[in-house]
């Protein structure tokens, strides 16, 4: 099954930045948006962005505007999750999620890639 592909996490010390690549499967010129999820050990997945193909437009959670930006390269047809002052309880697995424009919402999902912040 064709699926968005997550690049970019890893091992990083509090306070540090890491990029995360997603290469949507989708073609930007007639998808929606992509999204941003993490999920942490233990925990359910949470919404952490989000990023429209056509205008740009973000969204975040409340908790991470600041520290997370998300942006999109149409003709690369990649969206980025920038991602700064990283801290312990941003470890988690990263997820990215294609909105295609097709009433689905958000619906085909990578398979993530772990980001684990060390203090």
């Known amino acids: 099954q064709v699926q968005p592909v997550e690049s970019g996490g890893g091992l990083v010390q509090a306070g540090g930045s890491l990029r995360l690549s997603c290469a949507a499967s989708g073609r930007a010129v007639s998808a929606y948006a992509v999204g941003w999820y993490r999920q942490a050990p233990g925990k359910e997945r949470e919404f952490v962005g989000s990023v429209r193909w056509r205008s740009g437009i973000t969204h975040y959670a409340d908790s991470l505007k600041g520290r997370f930006t998300a942006s999109r390269d149409n003709a690369k047809n990649t969206v980025y999750l920038q991602m700064n002052s990283l801290q312990p309880g941003d470890t988690a697995v990263y997820y990215c999620?294609?909105?295609?424009?097709?009433?689905?919402?958000?619906?085909?999902w990578g398979q993530g890639t772990p980001v684990t912040v060390s203090s």
């Open positions: 999620v294609e909105d295609l424009g097709d009433g689905n919402g958000f619906s085909r």
